[in-house]
């Protein structure tokens, strides 16, 4: 089964307005990546977080992680119509480490 | 510096022919993957490799085979294509296995369709 789940599912916001997506896991990771995908492409690494961090920052994005709640967040401020787009978080399982697990995905669009 | 390139774009099989989905990076890398991407199911991982000549099961490997036998290439083969199997497929390289938290870099995909 998957490691990840990403919630809401879709989500739909004013440009200008922050976006905020979750992600859920099941096992200990030693990292948590999020994922862009515009459609039909493929995906593009945004930002990574480690277990021992709780909180980081990329530009526009801000990514925090719970390991006691075994969950983590992505902000994106000030959004724009360009940020279209499905995002995936992707853990590691810390136990076997050799693959990538990732999420269902959120799906964010952005109304100029 | 072409990165992850797959090839080809677009397919069609009838069910039961076989084909070889190609992949390559020119980066180095010694970790690569296939994944398959269905509608509502994220991305699921098929095979996957941490170097030349090893290769290992994912989520969902029934119906595939992989090989790597040099580090640049690794090719997906469908054995026996099945309707089941139509999707999305992506090959994605990095640096090392997921543990070290490297980011991954993702082909453009492959659309498939087994009628």
């Known amino acids: 089964s998957q490691q990840g789940e990403e919630d809401p599912q879709a989500l739909s916001i004013q440009e200008g307005e922050n976006a905020t997506m979750n992600c859920s896991y099941k096992?200990?990771?030693?990292?948590l990546q999020w994922y862009r995908q515009n459609s039909g492409r493929g995906l593009v690494h945004l930002i990574l977080i480690r277990s021992n961090e709780r909180e980081k920052h990329s530009g526009r994005l801000r990514v925090t992680l719970d390991t006691s709640k075994k969950s983590s967040s992505l902000l994106i401020t000030a959004s724009r119509a360009a940020d279209t787009a499905s995002y995936f978080c992707a853990t590691d399982a810390s136990l076997t480490g050799n693959q990538f697990y990732f999420g269902t995905g959120t799906s964010l669009t952005v109304i100029p | 510096n072409a990165g992850v390139t797959q090839t080809p774009k677009f397919q069609v099989l009838k069910t039961g022919q076989s084909m070889t989905l190609q992949c390559a990076q020119d980066?180095?890398?010694?970790?690569m993957s296939w994944y398959r991407q269905d509608p509502g199911m994220g991305l699921r991982l098929i095979h996957y490799?941490?170097?030349?000549?090893?290769?290992d099961q994912g989520e969902v490997p029934n119906g595939y085979n992989v090989s790597r036998s040099t580090t640049e290439d690794f090719p997906l083969r469908l054995l026996s294509a099945a309707p089941s199997q139509t999707s999305v497929y992506f090959c994605?390289?990095?640096?090392?296995?997921?543990?070290?938290?490297?980011?991954?870099?993702f082909g453009p995909g492959t659309r498939l369709t087994v009628l």
């Open positions: 096992t200990s990771i030693n990292n």
């Open positions: 980066m180095n890398h010694e970790y």
């Open positions: 490799s941490v170097g030349a000549g090893i290769t």
């Open positions: 994605a390289s990095s640096l090392e296995s997921a543990t070290y938290g490297h980011e991954q870099f």
